[in-house]
């Protein structure tokens, strides 16, 4: 136990007593003391400070013969030494003689644990399959839009149609294209997407006119080569053969 007469100098700015310890960083701490006064004339004011910082308001002391008990918890932060001081703020001559004893710092033993459950979901891979429609010749159109070209893919996706590979200029007549081209068909299930090329054939006319001496044979390898190369009508084919 120590026994002490308050100071009536320095403000109440004198030093009652003081011990520095070593701390963990990031762990809380418990500062415990017990007190009472001396005689009752007026009660000391008793303020601890740790690292120079105070860590709980100036507080009276237990009466006479009444021993007071004060509890003050405090958190080290990046602290690895705490400086505890404990002063009398009152600085009042007439009683201001206390006793503290039981001294007592120590980690919390106290602990908030808080937790929440989360969920994951990841969807599975959108499997998006194209089937390239059929040629068509002009005037005609072709509807990349139809069941069947998409048909075997994931189902219960969003569908849309683009120009581009990025899928940032929409194709706005998806289901009448006149123009051959290489066009995109893009599956979504939100967040996941996937974009894949549908290609559109829409055949001209052409106009080949062959020598009636060349065989028959012959002339159907050319016939065959020439479709290949130029994509004309199987009409127009006919009409050159007869």
């Known amino acids: 136990m120590m026994v002490a007469d308050g100071s009536i100098v320095n403000g109440g700015n004198d030093r009652v007593w003081c011990q520095t310890v070593a701390v963990k960083p990031g762990q809380n701490y418990v500062f415990s003391y017990w007190s009472e006064s001396i005689q009752s004339a007026t009660l000391a004011n008793i303020e601890v400070l740790?690292?120079?910082?105070?860590?709980?308001?100036?507080?009276?002391?237990?009466?006479?013969?009444?021993?007071?008990?004060?509890?003050?918890?405090?958190?080290?932060?990046?602290?690895?030494?705490?400086?505890i001081c404990i002063y009398d703020r009152s600085i009042i001559s007439a009683g201001n003689d206390f006793a503290i004893d039981d001294i007592s710092f120590k980690e919390s033993s106290a602990t908030c644990n808080l937790s929440k459950s989360?969920?994951?979901?990841?969807?599975?891979?959108?499997?998006?399959?194209?089937?390239?429609?059929?040629?068509?010749?002009?005037?005609?159109?072709?509807?990349?839009?139809?069941?069947?070209?998409?048909?075997?893919?994931?189902?219960?996706?969003?569908?849309?149609?683009?120009?581009?590979?990025?899928?940032?200029?929409?194709?706005?007549?998806?289901n009448s294209i006149t123009l051959s081209g290489t066009y995109y068909i893009k599956s979504t299930i939100a967040p996941c997407s996937v974009i894949k090329p549908v290609v559109v054939d829409i055949l001209t006319n052409n106009t080949?006119?062959?020598?009636?001496?060349?065989?028959?044979?012959?002339?159907?390898?050319?016939?065959?080569?020439?479709?290949?190369?130029?994509?004309?009508?199987?009409?127009?084919?006919?009409?050159l053969r007869s």
Do not use: M
């Open 118 to 174: 989360v969920t994951v979901t990841i969807p599975n891979p959108i499997n998006l399959i194209i089937t390239n429609p059929s040629f068509v010749c002009s005037p005609g159109s072709v509807d990349i839009t139809q069941p069947s070209i998409t048909a075997g893919s994931t189902t219960g996706t969003v569908i849309s149609y683009w120009r581009d590979a990025a899928g940032t200029v929409p194709l706005l007549n998806p």
């Open 50 to 83: 740790i690292n120079g910082v105070s860590i709980a308001p100036p507080a009276s002391t237990g009466g006479v013969c009444n021993w007071l008990k004060k509890t003050i918890n405090w958190s080290s932060g990046v602290s690895t030494t705490a400086e």
């Open 208 to 239: 080949i006119s062959l020598s009636s001496g060349v065989g028959t044979n012959a002339q159907t390898r050319v016939l065959i080569h020439l479709l290949l190369l130029l994509r004309i009508t199987l009409q127009e084919v006919q009409e």
